[in-house]
């Protein structure tokens, strides 16, 4: 890589994850002399980037935190209020927080100086977040440490706990984090079991990087080209394995606008269908597939708010049927 600010910014962006980079490493991946890296790292050091180097055959390159926000990146102000919003929208899987998101909170966090870090804590412990309620609450700390893992290809081990409760060590290749909007999931190769697994982060604890480096297996899927939307994929395809496929079609007395924006995005577009309604007003129709649980998919359709027909499946129709029993026995229950 000849280009000398394109090679700068590329060696700062392999710097900001929370690894230490052996010389030899970095030549290699910019494609350059261990010469001209030491050069780099002394132009970088001359910008303000605190990058500390360790000697030995072990020793290497890593930025850490400084007395102050390296310059041209972010003031105190800027830094606190990106690493709280980040920490907020990770750790209750809000949509359209994906995994670019998390890596950009663990690089923040990796240089942040230690009374930054006071502040966001501060700060994030004294708000309590208004949310939906559908999607599992999962600590930040734990998914910057899965991101930080998985960019940097170091194992993990972490305990896990399955649906029904068991509890177990893992030890994994991280491969990618994926957020399904509602929850936050991690594809990684299990070692002990010697194959693929997905894990849901919210079930992930005392999460450890070991230190040990890997290199990045393929997915098994055909062709992939190793990236997150290869990881997307592979996560769809086993999660539609495990859960039943329901097709939607139901239909809604309410505008396509209405219903859309109090949809998730995961249950698909409703598609406008022009006095459709009971009383002929304009209505629409969604067709779609789900691999949620019932429960989840009759809740999401209920809290639409406005009168709707389930066409299809038959599973979901008996399920509605059998909740709505339920709800109006519970309030006549509390009327009498």
């Known amino acids: 890589m000849t280009d000398t600010p394109a090679r700068l910014l590329k060696l700062l962006s392999l710097l900001q994850t929370p690894r230490e980079w052996p010389g030899g490493e970095l030549a290699e991946r910019l494609d350059v002399s261990p010469r001209t890296v030491r050069r780099d790292i002394d132009r970088l050091r001359e910008l303000g980037y605190p990058v500390e180097a360790s000697r030995g055959?072990?020793?290497?390159?890593?930025?850490?935190?400084?007395?102050?926000?390296?310059?041209?990146?972010?003031?105190?102000?800027?830094?606190?209020?990106?690493?709280?919003?980040?920490?907020?929208?990770?750790?209750?899987?809000?949509?359209?927080?994906?995994?670019?998101?998390?890596?950009?909170?663990?690089?923040l966090e990796q240089v942040l100086p230690s009374r930054l870090r006071?502040?966001?804590?501060?700060?994030?412990?004294?708000?309590?977040?208004?949310?939906?309620?559908?999607?599992?609450?999962?600590?930040?700390?734990?998914?910057?440490?899965?991101?930080s893992a998985a960019t940097g290809q170091e194992a993990l081990r972490f305990s896990y706990r399955s649906g029904d409760g068991t509890e177990t060590k893992r030890q994994v290749e991280p491969y990618r984090l994926v957020s399904t909007g509602r929850r936050w999931y991690l594809v990684a190769y299990d070692l002990l079991r010697a194959d693929w697994r997905t894990f849901r982060v919210d079930r992930v604890s005392e999460p450890f990087a070991t230190g040990a480096r890997f290199a990045a297996r393929p997915l098994p899927m055909e062709g992939g080209e190793g990236g997150a939307g290869d990881a997307a994929r592979y996560?769809?395809?086993?999660?539609?394995?495990?859960?039943?496929?329901?097709?939607?079609?139901?239909?809604?007395?309410?505008?396509?606008?209405?219903?859309?924006?109090r949809l998730p995005p995961a249950l698909g577009v409703p598609e406008p269908e022009p006095g459709s309604g009971p009383a002929g007003e304009d209505g629409c129709r969604l067709r779609s597939s789900s691999t949620d649980s019932l429960e989840w998919v009759a809740l999401r359709l209920a809290l639409v708010d406005c009168e709707f027909a389930v066409q299809g499946p038959p599973q979901l129709v008996a399920y509605l049927e059998s909740l709505g029993a339920r709800l109006t026995r519970a309030a006549s229950h509390g009327t009498g």
Do not use: C, W
Not at 133 to 140: F, H, N, Q, S, V
Not at 238 to 261: C, I, N
């Open 235 to 261: 996560f769809a395809r086993s999660m539609a394995g495990r859960q039943p496929e329901l097709r939607l079609d139901v239909r809604f007395a309410a505008p396509a606008e209405f219903v859309a924006a």
């Open 118 to 147: 006071h502040r966001v804590s501060a700060l994030q412990n004294a708000t309590v977040p208004l949310t939906r309620g559908d999607g599992a609450t999962i600590d930040p700390q734990t998914l910057t440490t899965l991101a």
């Open 57 to 107: 055959s072990l020793g290497g390159y890593r930025l850490v935190a400084g007395a102050a926000m390296p310059p041209l990146v972010l003031d105190d102000e800027e830094a606190v209020a990106i690493a709280v919003g980040l920490r907020a929208g990770a750790g209750h899987a809000i949509e359209g927080v994906d995994e670019a998101s998390v890596r950009a909170l663990a690089k």
